[in-house]
């Protein structure tokens, strides 16, 4: 015994360490979202004839373990430290495209015509082009994705929009707001941002297809004159709250507004620093080196009360705010109206019978609360989920003025029309 | 089920090793082992399991009948029967595709094959039964009294899905009778990590980078990212196999089997001859001994006539048996016909010019083998060789050297465990550290926990599937 002491070692750790992790996965609690991955993890697969013959069972259960496992942050936090040790690190000012793996992530959509009524025919074809190509690519500690959209894809967004004008009613006051992203700013023309599509351009397509009726917010160039500003977040796909404003001064150029200016709002930054969500997608060492920080603006909403409705079968509004000055939804994006709710309804402070109806996606959270000031009810549905006939919700809260706003990638993705056309017709 | 995911390493080998050890009976442990061999077997190939046992069940009882008759006409019959079945089993599985398409091409009339899965494992049991039934027949073993014991000797989860091709002979006292001494279960411990931490550490990260270079758009590839992703790829290849390799050999001697070794660090090799005693070791003795050495011996009357044609011959099977396609064919040929150049006069030219000389040749003729075994589409293997020729693509593109410098630690390290560098280095030290075995025996638990936890680690991160926008 004695003289095999270090072979029985040698035995019973190893091996021991494989029975102590499987023991401490079957004893610890399962969640159900991973919050960082912004996704489901995977359910303990149910098992059957089927399951077990087809090799899913088996399949699932695999991917199970590998999302339930004890301390998966930490250890997925500690295989980018292994990773980072493969080699020397590239220069930060040099480029680096990551790829993105599609795993589950991508948007079933069916090649399809969706005929909304005899007047317009919008065609959907997913496979026509690529819209954002499918990585992330970190340059000067900064994120940026590369725009991919085109004419096809712009006109398909025009074209869903001119449906929408013509199927709503006639005496509302149509606007359009699209954002560029920060590549557009902040990569070297030259060596970078060649490799994207033009985003101007794509903005300049949708626009010169829109119905004449719709005004259109030239935010590019509003943004353009303070591009030195922090604008964009360095390790998220959102704008921050400075480039939503200048956006927003762009739309009052349109809307008939008079803008509150920077000096008439005090702004503080909040909370620690923080990494978002391409830090996430990435795990990039420059990024991580490089957080951002959250800027605040202190807006006069002099009373405006906010509340949502999750889903359409909730008769009443609940109460919500419209920033999450606490960090109750962490410290990121998120502080902006809290959650992509699928309708939000705010009650202005002004009681000048303007009622703005947003159909928007993330993009217009930072933006919204701006905008408060100014309508006496604004109503923000999420393309994603908003669970409503549009026109029959425009109808009951008699809503006069409508704006759709969308960052470009999002308006150039198949998904946001199709989204669109389907709450035309009251389908989800 | 594969050795590399977290089903096997938490809960199906320490299961296995637990009701192994539970009891000393020889007949309780082999019905143990078959039973998780089974369980093995039947985890991702449930229908399969089946085909399993009923293959096992015809061989062993073919064998039976042999060692029956014995010098007897009928024992040829058997064999026959054996070889005709084993060997009709696995191209109806695995070569039905490529054949039809070969009838359709010359005769024009199309033929569909039958859409199977391919059984996991099946080239190498069909091969370790096959040495079985022919050792059985030449009198070299004796054919087995037990159907559980042959069906453990085929099943054996150890080597079923990935060798090594572990023959009758090797192993056929200690399916009887066998023990593990604690230095046993330990060295085999050690073994198997190392073998988890090959494959996961560098043939997983290896096969991630060969991706980026060679799934992408060929056309758009610099000659000096063709040239790593194919070096990367002989990374992968070497680090995947014998890290499977090196866990079923731990495995083994956990258990108390004694599995031979199947690669002696082939890429250190001064000729294609030497490099194929080295590579796979398993399947180049199976070859020699059971299609080589008959066809040259039958053809002696030939001369060396005879031994290139053996040599053709069994190349080209080699690499038919690595995959159903033209590519893996001329992959084995292109082996063959170096081995008669080197025959011929290369080795006269390395005696002359020194053993650098030899080295070098060795690792540009075994690099420009793979594109013939990545590539099964021949168009994308011209248009590699393309790039590679044609002196149109640039020798480098932006970022290349960056790339190369994010890896080049895990590069270095890989290149020098491909060499014998590091079991050298692991020798000195134990030799050095002779009179202190605590300290040997400390760094060993260390060296293995260590393996374990970096590729576990790296198995859970392979689940990261961020997405920009909630995704319930």
């Given at each position: 015994?004695?003289?095999?002491?270090?072979?029985?070692?040698?035995?019973?750790?190893?091996?021991?360490?494989?029975?102590?992790?499987?023991?401490?996965?079957?004893?610890?609690?399962?969640?159900?979202?991973?919050?960082?991955?912004?996704?489901?993890?995977?359910?303990?697969?149910?098992?059957?004839w089927q399951t077990w013959t087809d090799g899913s069972f088996t399949r699932t259960l695999e991917d199970y373990i590998a999302d339930h496992f004890a301390y998966r942050e930490d250890i997925i936090a500690g295989t980018d430290g292994i990773k980072n040790a493969f080699g020397i690190a590239r220069k930060s000012n040099e480029g680096k495209f990551?790829?993105?793996?599609?795993?589950?992530?991508?948007?079933?959509?069916?090649?399809t015509t969706l005929v909304i009524d005899s007047n317009y025919t919008v065609a959907l074809d997913t496979g026509a082009e690529l819209l954002l190509t499918n990585g992330v690519f970190i340059y000067d500690s900064c994120s940026y994705q590369f725009f991919g959209g085109n004419s096809y894809s712009s006109a398909?967004?025009?074209?869903?929009?001119?449906?929408?004008?013509?199927?709503?009613p006639k005496h509302i006051k149509y606007y359009a707001v699209l954002v560029p992203s920060s590549t557009e700013f902040n990569l070297p023309p030259a060596t970078y941002r060649y490799k994207a599509n033009s985003e101007t351009k794509g903005i300049h397509y949708?626009?010169?297809?829109?119905?004449?009726?719709?005004?259109?917010?030239?935010?590019y160039n509003h943004m353009k004159a303070h591009r030195k500003e922090y604008l964009f977040f360095k390790t998220d796909h959102h704008w921050t709250a400075r480039g939503a404003y200048y956006a927003y001064e762009a739309f009052c150029e349109i809307a008939d507004i008079s803008p509150l200016t920077l000096g008439q709002m005090s702004s503080k930054f909040v909370?620690?620093?923080?990494?978002?969500?391409?830090?996430?997608?990435?795990?990039?060492?420059?990024?991580?080196?490089?957080?951002?920080?959250?800027?605040?603006?202190?807006?006069?909403?002099?009373?405006?009360?906010?509340?949502?409705?999750?889903?359409a079968n909730q008769t009443q509004w609940t109460p919500t705010k419209i920033v999450y000055k606490n960090g109750?939804?962490?410290i990121g994006y998120g502080v902006f109206l809290g959650l992509d709710y699928p309708v939000m309804r705010i009650d202005g402070p002004q009681k000048n019978g303007r009622r703005l109806f947003i159909l928007k996606e993330s993009y217009a959270n930072a933006f919204v609360p701006f905008l408060v000031p100014h309508f006496e009810q604004i109503f923000v549905a999420d393309v994603r989920y908003f669970p409503y006939k549009i026109d029959k919700f425009i109808e009951e809260y008699n809503i006069n003025e409508f704006l759709m706003m969308n960052q470009l990638v999002m308006a150039n993705n198949p998904y946001t029309p199709q989204k669109v056309l389907n709450m035309l017709k009251g389908k989800q | 089920m594969v050795f590399a995911s977290l089903v096997f390493l938490l809960f199906f080998f320490p299961l296995s090793l637990l009701f192994n050890w539970l009891h000393g009976n020889i007949n309780y442990k082999n019905i143990v082992l078959v039973l998780f061999s089974l369980i093995f077997y039947a985890w991702g190939e449930p229908v399969w399991v089946f085909l399993l046992l009923f293959t096992t069940l015809v061989d062993f009882t073919m064998a039976r009948l042999i060692e029956k008759n014995e010098n007897h006409w009928r024992a040829k019959m058997y064999l026959g029967i054996s070889v005709f079945f084993s060997l009709g089993i696995l191209v109806v599985f695995k070569y039905s595709g490529f054949l039809c398409g070969i009838f359709t091409d010359i005769t024009g009339y199309s033929v569909k094959a039958p859409n199977l899965a391919l059984p996991i494992g099946i080239s190498f049991y069909t091969f370790q039964s096959l040495s079985y039934i022919l050792d059985v027949y030449r009198g070299q073993v004796s054919a087995q009294k037990k159907y559980l014991n042959y069906l453990l000797f085929i099943s054996l989860f150890h080597q079923l899905v990935a060798g090594p091709i572990v023959r009758y002979s090797d192993i056929a006292q200690e399916i009887e009778k066998r023990s593990a001494t604690w230095a046993d279960i330990s060295y085999g411990v050690n073994?198997?990590?190392?073998?988890?931490?090959?494959?996961?550490?560098?043939?997983?990260?290896?096969?991630?980078?060969?991706?980026?270079?060679?799934?992408?758009?060929?056309?758009?590839?610099?000659?000096?990212?063709?040239?790593?992703?194919?070096?990367?790829?002989?990374?992968?290849?070497?680090?995947?196999?014998?890290?499977?390799?090196?866990?079923?050999?731990?495995m083994g001697r956990m258990l108390g089997f004694h599995y031979l070794e199947n690669f002696n660090f082939p890429y250190i090799a001064k000729s294609i001859k030497e490099f194929w005693t080295r590579w796979h070791i398993s399947l180049g003795s199976f070859l020699r001994d059971y299609l080589f050495t008959p066809i040259a011996f039958n053809k002696r009357h030939w001369g060396k006539w005879g031994v290139m044609y053996a040599l053709l011959i069994t190349f080209a099977l080699s690499g038919l048996w690595h995959g159903a396609s033209w590519n893996f064919i001329f992959w084995g040929l292109y082996f063959a016909v170096?081995?008669?150049?080197?025959?011929?006069?290369?080795?006269?030219?390395?005696?002359?010019?020194?053993?650098?000389?030899?080295?070098v040749y060795l690792i540009l003729a075994v690099f420009f083998s793979y594109p013939l075994f990545y590539f099964t589409d021949f168009q994308k293997l011209k248009q590699y060789f393309f790039i590679l020729f044609s002196g149109s693509h640039p020798w480098q593109k932006t970022g290349f050297t960056s790339d190369l410098l994010e890896h080049i630690y895990w590069m270095i390290a890989a290149i020098i465990f491909l060499t014998p560098l590091g079991k050298k280095m692991g020798v000195y030290l134990i030799q050095k550290l002779s009179n202190k075995p605590a300290i040997i025996g400390l760094a060993n638990t260390i060296a293995s926990i260590t393996f374990l936890l970096i590729a576990i680690a790296l198995l859970v991160a392979k689940s990261f599937n961020p997405f920009l926008y909630f995704r319930f």
């Open positions: 015994m004695r003289k095999n002491w270090h072979h029985i070692l040698n035995t019973l750790f190893p091996i021991g360490l494989l029975a102590f992790l499987a023991v401490l996965f079957s004893m610890m609690g399962k969640k159900e979202i991973s919050t960082s991955e912004k996704r489901k993890l995977t359910a303990f697969p149910a098992l059957n990551i790829a993105i793996k599609k795993k589950k992530a991508s948007i079933k959509t069916k090649k398909r967004y025009a074209n869903m929009y001119n449906a929408v004008v013509e199927h709503l949708i626009y010169s297809g829109l119905n004449e009726k719709i005004g259109k917010a030239d935010v909370g620690g620093p923080f990494l978002g969500s391409l830090y996430q997608l990435t795990h990039d060492p420059t990024l991580k080196a490089n957080p951002d920080r959250l800027e605040i603006f202190d807006i006069p909403f002099n009373g405006a009360k906010a509340y949502y409705k999750f889903d109750e939804f962490g | 073994r198997f990590a190392w073998g988890l931490f090959k494959k996961v550490f560098f043939a997983n990260t290896a096969g991630t980078l060969v991706a980026k270079y060679l799934e992408g758009d060929l056309g758009a590839l610099s000659i000096s990212e063709a040239i790593m992703g194919i070096f990367l790829f002989a990374i992968q290849l070497y680090y995947d196999f014998s890290g499977y390799s090196d866990m079923a050999i731990g170096l081995i008669i150049l080197e025959e011929w006069f290369l080795n006269r030219i390395f005696k002359f010019m020194g053993s650098w000389l030899s080295h």
